[in-house]
């Protein structure tokens, strides 16, 4: 089973560039997530999808963007990257927004 | 300031031993999660606690949900080196709006 599938795994990128996270999930779950990891501050939860065609803002949203076209992907675009986007960046779906979450492995960002 | 604190932050242990962790907050909470992750993968859920009072346990690992639902405990016996690993509780705070929020973590460290 893939559950959630997240590429790339790793990427260096210079301020200013722009680049886009892909998140796939074949559980058939309305619900996903984006969510960043800092040491020290734990998950904080980017954007959010209830359901193809509906997302919403999370506590961390600024300087990213995401859609949701279809149930299984759910891409998190970083616009113009700064060096405070670096950071390990996960997504997660799940029958509901207070269902366990299934989360992907992660994708470790560096802006330089 | 977090809604859900997790303590103690970190904790090293020799294996054999047994330890606790917690997962406290001022706000009650309609259910907690907890999620084991290791180094390099996203959290895995481990146990959902729902009723004051619940204990519920997985092999040597029990969890507990607070009699008010403000609070709950994870506690391992005789731990492995195989226990080491980032353990996150999520709660559902019963406000209006509100969102699934991780707790900052326990980063624990069995040494063999």
């Known amino acids: 089973n893939a559950g959630v599938t997240q590429t790339p795994k790793f990427q260096v990128l210079k301020t200013g560039q722009s680049m886009t996270l892909q998140c796939a999930q074949d559980?058939?779950?309305?619900?996903m997530s984006w969510y960043r990891q800092d040491p020290g501050m734990g998950l904080r939860l980017i954007h959010y999808s209830v359901g193809a065609g509906i997302t919403d803002q999370g506590e961390v949203p600024n300087g990213y963007n995401v859609s949701r076209s279809t149930t299984e992907d759910f891409p998190l675009r970083l616009l113009s990257a700064a060096p405070s986007q670096t950071s390990v960046y996960f997504c997660?779906?799940?029958?509901?927004?207070?269902?366990?979450?299934?989360f992907g492995d992660g994708t470790r960002l560096s802006i330089l | 300031t977090q809604l859900l604190e997790q303590s103690p932050q970190f904790l090293s242990i020799q294996e054999g031993e047994n330890l606790t962790v917690y997962c406290n907050s001022s706000?009650?909470?309609?259910?907690l999660q907890w999620y084991r992750q290791e180094p390099g993968e996203g959290p895995v859920l481990l146990v959902t606690?729902?009723?004051?009072?619940e204990v519920k346990k997985l092999k040597r690992l029990t969890f507990q949900f607070g009699d008010a639902r403000k609070d709950s405990s994870l506690h391992i016996t005789a731990a492995q080196p195989g226990d080491t690993g980032l353990y996150l509780c999520a709660g559902d705070p019963q406000t209006s709006g509100s969102r699934l929020t991780f707790g900052e973590g326990t980063q624990l460290t069995v040494n063999p």
């Open positions: 997660a779906s799940s029958a509901g927004q207070f269902q366990p979450q299934h």
């Open positions: 606690v729902v009723t004051g009072g």
């Open positions: 706000s009650v909470f309609s259910s």
């Open positions: 559980m058939n779950h309305e619900y």
